[in-house]
């Protein structure tokens, strides 16, 4: 009711009736950075796409930016294919820990949660969190949280109704698990062998119902697809408010309790509207090694670069130079994964909005959609057979006019 009647208002000052279809609205996805198999190239398109429908729906609804992009990476979450949600990456202890942030560019709040197991939807408590900032102070001033991490999160979850469920570990990130334990428990200068040992037994005893992975002859097989923690959403609502939102299942074997870039300020995710002083609004979200993204604070870096400037693409490519690929933060690491989904939007008479990807991993799948549009585009971007991954990128670019 409550957003009904905020419908209403917002649309009688605009001069529309709530019957007119909806199609100023834009949305964009990806489902990570890395290095994506050929083979599964069909499968995260159609993943990608279905992202971006559930969210258009929602914008054609003349819902906000936030809740679509809650929705778009929800949408992604629910799919094993990705390393977010159920089918994330394990950690060396076989446990699923689970990143996520979202950040409104109408308020400018942001919520996280960071190693919060037992929850299928990581991204939907990051977006409570921001939607009970807006509800202001607590009594006696206390500060409500943006991020949580651990059973703190889990606890926040329990305290409103929110299911626990251990039901997250995939059939295909238990072969991974195994796979890469097993090369661990093998070398005698790792250090975690003796939890490798301990946990491997227990995820083994735990999993009957999976027991056919251990009679499989690819029981041993990694997935063929080498991409890095992070899918993420982008979008710009009927009343041109951004929002972007990340989340992440991290790296293989991770130590339990390792923060990623998705649930750290600035990093995974950033988003911010147009001012009266500054025309246009950027929303942006990352992907790509954790630790990298956080030290150079990538998706805040990439919006300051290009919110004031004429060229996009060029403020882009100069900031994914200057401030990732060779960046004095970054000295130490001979090769640089990062992968950036920017979008942009500028109001004039009508709404202009440009959308580019640039990334120095292998490749980068990604997916669009517009009001206008009848169906959703999707695309995995590679770099050049030549080029160096860690080292070299590539950008493109869409723009529409809504």
């Known amino acids: ?17 709530t019957k007119e279809e909806v199609k100023n609205v834009f949305v964009a996805v990806h489902v990570g950075a890395g290095n994506h198999s050929k083979w599964n190239e069909s499968s995260y398109k159609d993943i990608c796409k279905k ?43 076989g446990t ?25 939807n990581p991204v939907v408590i990051a977006s409570r969190l921001v939607e009970e900032q807006k509800l202001g102070p607590l009594p006696y001033g206390r500060v409500r949280p943006s991020v949580l991490v651990g059973k703190g999160a889990q606890q926040f979850c329990v305290d409103r109704g929110i299911g626990i469920t251990d039901n997250l570990v995939s059939v295909a990130a238990l072969k991974t698990f195994r796979h890469y334990s097993r090369k661990c428990l093998k070398s005698e200068t790792t250090n975690c062998t003796h939890k490798l040992k301990k946990r491997k037994l227990e995820i083994e005893e735990s999993t009957s119902s999976l027991s ?5 002859p ?60 500054i025309k246009t609004g950027v929303a942006a979200v990352t992907s790509g090694c954790g630790e990298q993204l956080m030290k150079t604070l990538l998706a805040k870096t990439s919006c300051d670069s290009v919110r004031s400037s004429d060229n996009l693409t060029h403020s882009l490519a100069n900031s994914f130079k ?47 959609m517009s009001g206008h549009s009848k169906a959703p585009t ?22 529409v006019l809504l």
């Open 218 to 277: 690819s029981a041993d097989i990694p997935r063929a697809d080498a991409v890095h923690d992070t899918v993420g959403a982008v979008c710009v609502d009927h009343f041109g408010n951004v929002a972007a939102a990340a989340s992440s299942g991290g790296i293989w074997l991770k130590h339990a309790g390792r923060l990623g870039a998705s649930a750290v300020y600035g990093a995974g995710c950033w988003a911010q509207n147009q001012t009266s002083d």
């Open 51 to 93: 992202a971006c429908k559930q969210a258009l729906l929602l914008l054609k609804a003349r819902c906000s930016a936030l809740e679509a992009v809650t929705a778009a990476v929800a949408a992604l979450e629910d799919d094993e294919l990705t390393n977010c949600g159920k089918g994330s990456n394990m950690t060396v202890t």
């Open 322 to 368: 200057d401030s990732f690929l060779e960046s004095e933060f970054l000295k130490p690491c001979n090769e640089k994964f990062a992968g950036i989904l920017l979008l942009r939007t500028v109001q004039n008479e009508n709404r202009e909005v440009e959308v580019a990807w640039i990334h120095s991993t292998a490749s980068m799948c990604l997916g669009y």
């Open 96 to 120: 699923v820990e689970c990143d996520a942030s979202v950040m409104d560019g109408e308020t400018l709040h942001f919520g996280a949660v960071g190693a919060l197991s037992g929850v299928a």
């Open 1 to 17: 009711l409550a957003l009904h009647e905020k419908v209403q208002t917002e649309a009688d000052v605009l001069n529309m009736s």
């Open 212 to 216: 056919s992975v251990n009679q499989s």
């Open 378 to 399: 999707a695309t995995v971007s590679r770099l050049e057979i030549d080029s160096l991954p860690g080292q070299a990128y590539i950008m493109s670019s869409h723009f």
